[in-house]
């Protein structure tokens, strides 16, 4: 493939990179707008994605994202290596303590939920499979990003200004990384009402023992139900089942 096919490429999919929680459809007219292209390239790109079924035409000449993407979704599930072999052992951790259990991985500098198993008081999260996470909020985030290399967590720091300090998180890279550094010794992040008021989560890193970071695993429920929980307890569980799904991906 040449370079010219490949950017041609990789315009025709930044098309898809347009749609969010925020704006769920668009014309032809309003993509090409957008990514500053030309009508007719605007609207070859759309055609092409419409015949692979990434986009559906919609209402009123708008296009919404299209099921190829389901199909896609599922394949995704079927082969994520975490949740091959990570599911039924959160199945186990919910029938144990009744709570909610979520894998959260990481994509680029995303942090995505890829499954959830429900409790027996079933939380109800904003953010569920597919919907980007804030970065600097929450427990799985956190847990995650602790385990970043120092070269890796300077370039978050470095691209994250803004969200770092509305976060309320150190502005200053030393007390940054110190901030961080502390959560990756401790093995594990509780969140107090920190994303969502009404809830809280207690999250465990999922680390291979050559240090391949795979995600996180979490246990969430309601503040108040939270509070009366054994947590010391509660983490020793966790970490003992992040430790059993690490160990069972080759």
Known sequence: MTDKSESSLARM???????????????????TEALQMSLPTGYRYVKMLTDAGLLQRAADAHYTLGPRIIVLDHYIRMGDPV?????????????????????????????????????????????????????????????????????????????????????????DWSEFRKYYGAIRKAGHYFSNGELEPNLAALAVPLLKADDTLLGAISLVSTVSRMAVIDLPKLTQLLTRTAQEITTRIP
Do not use: N
């Open 13 to 31: 999919l930044s098309v898809l990179d347009l749609f969010s929680d925020h704006q769920l459809s668009w014309t032809a007219e309003a993509i």
């Open 83 to 171: 949740l091959q072999h990570g599911v039924s052992l959160m199945q186990e951790l919910v029938e144990q303590t009744g709570l909610d259990c979520v894998i959260s991985c990481l994509y680029g500098q995303q942090v995505l939920d890829t499954h959830r198993e429900f409790g027996t008081a079933k939380a109800t999260l904003s953010y569920g499979r597919g919907r980007p996470r804030p970065l600097f909020f929450g427990a799985a985030p956190k847990a995650i990003l602790s385990c970043f290399a120092s070269a890796q967590l300077h370039r978050v720091f470095d691209e994250h200004q803004d969200e770092i300090a509305q976060a309320g998180l150190p502005t």
